[in-house]
């Protein structure tokens, strides 16, 4: 009877551990595993654009706008008027998102009641919530018109309508991070100023925005990343034309616009697809770095606080 | 980062419906029972979509054990996907290149050609547009590289609804057989597009833009007209007054910028893929394509391959 009894416990202690053990090594599992899937695809595209890269055609990219990667006369890889379209709508889309966004993180953070405050943050993430190819479509549908009505503008798919669509697109990020980064200064900083007989517009500009400025750095480098990534919605806007602008209201194309466009086409193995994720992987190489820059902002602001 | 790991995800997924898709197709082909609906997958040409969709719904009632599944992209899509295995037709409106003629026979069977219709390539402007013809040289100095025509004044004309004067290309994505039939016609064999054209990815979406931009000249296939846009008069010489492009024109080779539109398959078809290709040749086929907007051949012509 005893002997059975402690022979059923041990069984059932035995059952506890291995399920224990089920559990703990499947979240294991889950776990390592978003960190292989992510290495796994930069693996596979940083090694399917190898084939493509040879001194010569690298420094044809930076050095050529000439894009004609399928011609039947010679094939032209130059990235010239593709790097840039994408550096001429991200820094004007950035020119336009960043101060908007600032402030209105300003305003929510220092200025306003509670109410409105919940309103705002409730509708700014509404907007971070569109969907990239209704922006897409809000651009070619409503802005290339009126573009083409308010100036001379020949078409009004180009550099100006792109920045406007990710301006939009990226002031949401640009203003929550900002907010958080804002709301992260010590109120005892606030009760100083307060104190010492700065006025609300002093106390925003003079103690919060400068105790804040990492992680406003940040919320700026994540609003470009956003920007940089962007593919459908300027892929219909900005007119999909190879050549370096000249003025606001030349069409460009971008990089991503580039890929999203070539890739389903080209045939598996050829240098154009090669080069694609060539293009794919400068991508991948911008991101990084704009994320890094972004962490060690973030970074430098805690290190600021226990100072 | 996100948008090239959602773009290497879907590449991984793509890549793997694609390999499963191609074995169990060819088996399905071998050994399929007779009572359960086979597929044709046709996959290519955006000139020639609708006129695939219309064939597909109309040859449902002929045999509605057969389901035609269609897929635009280009050309250049349709024989990529018939080479690796994603298409039992590759719709074409440019006749294939020899590289593509070997890639598609590694290894196995070359492809075979269908024509089945003409079309007549239109160049479109707005219709606030003056102009009403133009010539073949002066369509190459607009889209050719290192042309000098820029400039609607160029032309000759006051282009009033265009206060920049510029002329605003709009022209295919290179996939397209439009693209490559239309630089070949107009710009030859040796001379690239200027670039800085405007480059969309359908039929449609060309004649939809010049509609909407005064400033704007493109082209595209004859079937995709609209009320709001005009279609111009081609002219082979300078100074002549041009030919429109209409069924006779087309069919008779006076208007200079007409082409063949083709279907390919890898070797000899199944015979449920050969009975569809015969009936678009035949007179319900090429009754269609005279509805859509196209020219049909004369049956003596279809007998190509």
């Known amino acids: 009877m005893n002997a059975a009894s402690g022979r059923r416990a041990h069984i059932l202690r035995r059952v506890a551990a291995l399920r224990e053990l089920a559990v703990e090594s499947s979240i294991r599992v889950c776990g390592w595993s978003a960190i292989v899937f992510v290495f796994a695809i930069l693996a596979f ?39 840039a379209g994408t550096a001429a709508v991200t820094v004007l889309a950035m020119a336009l998102s960043v101060p908007a966004g600032f402030a209105a993180a300003l305003f929510i953070s220092e200025f306003c009641d509670r109410r409105t405050r919940e309103v705002l943050k409730v509708v700014i993430e509404l907007l971070a919530a569109i969907p990239s190819v209704v922006w897409g479509f809000v651009g070619y549908v409503v802005l290339n018109p009126l573009m083409m009505w308010a100036t001379d503008a020949p078409i009004g798919i180009n550099v100006l309508n792109g920045a406007l669509i990710l301006a939009l697109m990226s002031v949401p990020i640009v203003v ?107 991508l991948v190489l911008i991101s990084v770095a704009i994320n890094v820059a972004a962490d060690l902002a973030v970074r430098g602001i805690r290190e600021g606080d226990r100072t | 980062v996100r948008s090239v790991v959602t773009l290497a995800v879907a590449m991984i997924v793509f890549g793997t419906l694609a390999c ?94 269908f024509t089945v219709a003409l079309d007549a390539l239109a160049v479109y402007v707005d219709r606030t547009n003056p102009l009403d013809a133009i010539a073949l040289e002066d369509l190459a100095e607009i889209y050719g590289d290192g042309g000098r025509i820029e400039r609607w004044s160029q032309l000759a004309i006051a282009n009033g609804g265009c206060p920049s004067d510029r002329i605003i290309r709009v022209g295919r994505q290179n996939s397209s057989g439009t693209y490559a039939y239309f630089r070949e016609a107009v710009l030859g064999h040796r001379r690239e597009y200027k670039l800085g054209s405007i480059d969309q990815s359908g039929s449609k979406d060309v004649v939809a833009l010049v509609s909407n931009t005064p400033c704007a000249i493109g082209y595209s296939g004859m079937a995709y007209a609209t009320p709001d846009v005009k279609v111009l008069r081609i002219a082979r010489i300078k100074g002549t007054s041009g030919v429109a492009p209409t069924a006779a024109s087309a069919a008779d080779g006076c208007y200079p910028i007409a082409r063949r539109l083709y279907l390919y398959t890898r070797g000899r078809p199944t015979d449920d893929v050969q009975q569809f290709i015969e009936w678009i040749r035949g007179p319900a086929g090429q009754a269609i394509v005279g509805e859509i907007g196209f020219v049909p051949v004369a049956s003596s012509e279809t007998e190509s391959p």
């Open chain 1, 45 to 83: 595209v940083f090694y399917q654009a190898v084939p493509a890269l040879d001194v010569g055609r690298v420094r044809e990219f930076f050095t050529s706008a000439a894009w004609r990667p399928d011609s039947v006369i010679r094939p032209q890889f130059g990235g010239l008027a593709l790097l």
């Open chain 1, 176 to 282: 929550s991070v900002g907010e958080d980064a804002l709301k992260a200064v010590p109120d005892s900083y606030r009760e100083a100023a307060l104190a010492l007989g700065a006025s609300r517009a002093q106390l925003a500009v003079r103690v919060v925005v400068p105790a804040a400025r990492n992680g406003l750095l940040a919320a700026a480098l994540l609003g470009v990343g956003r920007a940089i990534g962007e593919t459908i919605a300027v892929l219909m806007v900005t007119g999909h034309a190879v050549q370096i602008p000249h003025s606001l209201f030349d069409p460009v194309r971008t990089l991503t616009a580039t890929i999203a466009a070539e890739l389903g086409e080209t045939a598996q193995g050829s240098t154009h697809y090669h080069a694609l994720f060539a293009i794919g992987s400068l």
């Open chain 2, 20 to 113: 499963g898709a191609g074995p169990s197709a060819e088996m399905n082909a071998g050994g399929r029972p007779a009572a359960t609906r086979s597929a044709i997958r046709v996959t290519g040409s955006d000139t020639m979509v609708n006129l695939v969709q219309s064939w597909a719904e109309r040859y449902r009632s002929v045999r509605p054990d057969v389901a035609v599944q269609i897929a635009g992209g280009g050309t250049g899509v349709g024989i990529t996907a018939l080479v690796e295995g994603l298409a039992d037709i590759a719709a074409a409106s440019r006749e294939m290149t020899d590289d593509e003629r070997e890639r598609v026979a590694h290894g196995r069977s070359g492809p075979l050609e």
